[in-house]
């Protein structure tokens, strides 16, 4: 079996766990030890549902309770030694990482706990930012968030993949008609900040294949988005393709699409 929960996703923090129920992975730790640990309880796993963690990058959103973790469980750490050259200096992390760093291959795949990550780079204003393909004995997912442009790398890894977890940030019209001071919008829409919900859609448009099972729309933003939004605008893509499938008959099974939510829990979905 294979689950995917997410814990929170969105500027108030990040952090996601992909595992059996026996052993896992966690991606970003942007929320307290306590929160995980007590949204793991209320699906009947623990702390020990996974043996390691991923950092996608270090954005305090998705790194403030690293340090405490580190400091506490002693879980190996993975991510690319750019990534882990910044933890060191990190004034959330820079205490506790050294004991817990463990680092990605440059080229390749790693084994991370009970399964095998590649790393791809993504456009953010980050130190470093990158996605994930986690490949499983149950199929593979790729994680992308904090995605300023979609890349041609990230689109042929969500073309593998079984599963896909994508930033949809912001509705245009939201934002530029919201209260953000002019060069926070600008940021945020100029290639090294977040994906629009039309930009989530062109690359779900370019990836989207048969096997897809799932797509998850992460880290949507509270001023400028709606759920309702971006449901609807990668709607749009994948009853598009369906309609393709069935007219050339083949054999085909609509990709489910959930909105992860900002603050609160997912549901613990049951991937495979």
């Known amino acids: 079996m294979l689950y995917f929960k997410s814990f929170s996703s969105g500027s108030c923090g990040n952090c996601y766990y992909l595992g059996d129920g026996k052993d896992g992975i966690l991606i970003d730790a942007g929320i307290s030890p306590r929160r995980i640990k007590q ?3 209320a699906d009947g796993l623990s702390l020990d549902s996974f043996s390691a963690l991923l950092i996608t990058h270090d954005h305090l959103d998705h790194i403030r309770g690293l340090g405490s973790f580190c400091k506490r469980f002693q879980k190996p750490v993975y991510t690319t030694s750019v990534l882990h050259a910044a933890l060191a200096h990190h004034s959330f992390t820079r205490e506790y990482i050294g004991g817990c760093r463990a680092l990605l291959a440059e080229k ?16 953010h204003d980050a130190t470093q930012t990158v996605g994930y393909r986690i490949r499983t004995p149950e199929g593979t997912l790729v994680l992308m968030t904090d995605v300023g442009k979609m890349t041609d790398e990230a689109i042929s890894c969500a073309r593998e993949a079984d599963y896909v977890v994508m ?3 912001y509705d245009l019209d939201m934002l530029m008609g919201g209260p953000y001071p002019y ?16 930009e989530a859609a062109d690359a779900l448009e370019r990836y989207v294949h048969p096997g897809l099972r799932y797509v998850f729309l992460c880290h949507l933003s509270e001023q400028n988005n709606t759920p309702l939004l971006a449901r609807e605008a990668s ?8 309609a393709r499938c069935a007219c050339s008959e083949e054999d085909f099974s609509m990709p489910i699409l959930r909105i992860l939510p900002r603050q609160i829990p997912s549901p613990l979905f049951r991937l495979a």
């Not at 060069?183 to 039309?198: F, P, T, V």
């Not at 709607?235 to 369906?242: E, I, K, M, N, S």
């Open 167 to 169: 930033e949809s940030n």
């Open 183 to 198: 060069e926070l919008k600008m940021r945020i829409c100029q290639g090294c900040g977040h994906l629009s919900n039309e």
């Open 108 to 123: 390749g795949e790693t084994q991370v706990g009970p399964y095998f990550v590649r790393w791809f780079e993504l456009p």
């Open 39 to 41: 949204a793991l309880l």
């Open 235 to 242: 709607h749009v893509v994948l009853d598009a393709f369906q």
